[in-house]
C-alpha cells in the first residue's frame, strides 16, 4: 500500500491540509483537525492589519509642504517645499487646519518632487490658484534619506534566528 491510496483518510499534507492553507475559507482537504499549514485563518496575509482608518481630527500644529502647481482630474499636483517626504494618505490641510484631502502619488525626482493630492467630497481643484500653500502634519512625514542609496533599512527586529523548532528555513518545520 503507497501513500497515495490510503484510502480516504484525508490528512494534513503539503500546504495546508486541514484549515486555511491556500485554500482561503474552502476547508482545505479536510483530515487531521486543522492539518499542518496555516490554521482556519483564511491562508496567506489573512486576519491582519485593519482598525486604523477612523477620522482622527486634526493635528495640533502642521507645517508648509508644498505649493500649487496645477490641477489634473479633480486632483491637485502641488510641488514640494520640504526635504522629507509625505507618507502616502497622509492627510493635506490648509493653513488653518482644515483638511483639502490625502497624498495619492509622489512623482518626480529625489531631491526635486511633486505629489498628486486626492481632494474630499467638498473640495473643488479649481478653487486652488498658483503657489496656494498646503500644509501637513509633520509626523506624518519620512526623513529624505530613507530613499537615497546606500541607506540602511531598519530591520523588524524580535524574529531572532528561528529558535524553537529546529531552525529558520520555512517557518522551522
Known amino acids: 500500500m503507497g501513500f497515495g491510496d490510503r484510502g480516504g483518510r484525508g490528512g494534513g499534507g503539503f500546504r495546508g491540509g486541514g484549515g486555511g492553507g491556500y485554500g482561503g475559507d474552502r476547508g482545505g482537504r479536510g483530515g487531521r483537525g486543522g492539518g499542518r499549514g496555516f490554521g482556519g485563518r483564511g491562508g496567506r496575509g489573512g486576519g491582519r492589519g485593519g482598525g486604523r ?11 508648509e509642504v508644498a505649493e500649487f502647481s496645477h490641477s ?36 518626480g525626482q529625489v531631491r526635486d518632487y511633486y505629489f498628486s493630492v486626492k481632494l474630499g467630497d467638498n ?13 501637513i502634519d509633520p509626523n506624518k512625514l519620512l526623513p529624505l534619506s530613507r ?6 533599512p531598519q530591520r523588524g527586529g ?5 529558535g524553537g523548532r529546529g531552525g529558520g528555513f520555512r517557518g522551522g518545520r
Open 147 to 152: 530613499f537615497l542609496p546606500g541607506a540602511k
Open 72 to 107: 489634473c482630474e479633480n486632483e491637485l499636483v502641488v510641488r514640494a517645499t520640504v526635504k522629507d517626504v509625505p507618507y502616502f494618505n497622509a492627510p493635506i490641510f490648509t493653513e488653518s487646519m482644515q483638511q483639502i484631502g490625502k497624498v495619492d502619488e509622489i512623482l
Open 123 to 135: 473640495m473643488n481643484a479649481r478653487s486652488f490658484k498658483l503657489k496656494d500653500k498646503v500644509y
Open 158 to 162: 524580535g524574529r531572532g534566528r528561528g
Open 53 to 63: 482608518s477612523f477620522d482622527q481630527g486634526p493635528p495640533e500644529s502642521v507645517i
